[in-house]
C-alpha cells in the first residue's frame, strides 16, 4: 500500500507542475496576443502612416531637387550654347579679350505687373 500511495503522490506532483505550466502559457500566449492586437490599433496605425508618409516626402524631395539642379544645369549649358553661338565661337572657349560677350538687357517700357 506505500507504493501505491507514493505513486499517486508523484502523480500528483506532476500534475500540478503540469497544470502550472498550461496556466503559465496560457497567461504568456494572452499577453502576446493583447500586444499584436494593440500594435494594429489605430494609434500605432497613425504612427505608421506618419513614418512612412515622412519616408515618401522625403524620396519625393530628393527626387524633386534632384530634377531641379539637372534643369538648371541643362539651362546654363543651353544658355552658353546659344552665347557662343552668337559671339561666333566654339562652346567652353573664351572670348577674345575686348570682346563684349553679352548685350545689355533691354529696358522695360511697361511695369512687370498691370
Do not use: Y
Request: charge should be positive.
Amino acid at each position: 500500500m506505500l507504493e501505491h500511495n507514493g505513486a499517486v503522490f508523484k502523480r500528483v506532483t506532476w500534475f500540478g507542475i503540469g497544470a502550472a505550466a498550461g496556466a503559465t502559457g496560457v497567461v504568456w500566449a494572452q499577453q502576446k496576443i493583447r500586444q499584436r492586437i494593440d500594435a494594429m490599433g489605430p494609434e500605432h496605425l497613425v504612427v505608421a502612416a506618419g513614418t512612412q508618409a515622412r519616408k515618401v516626402s522625403r524620396q519625393v524631395g530628393r527626387t524633386v531637387s534632384g530634377a531641379v539642379a539637372e534643369g538648371r544645369s541643362a539651362m546654363r549649358e543651353r544658355e552658353d550654347d546659344l552665347v557662343a553661338r552668337r559671339d561666333g565661337r566654339r562652346r567652353g572657349s573664351r572670348p577674345e579679350p575686348g570682346w563684349p560677350t553679352a548685350s545689355p538687357p533691354p529696358h522695360r517700357t511697361r511695369p512687370a505687373r498691370w
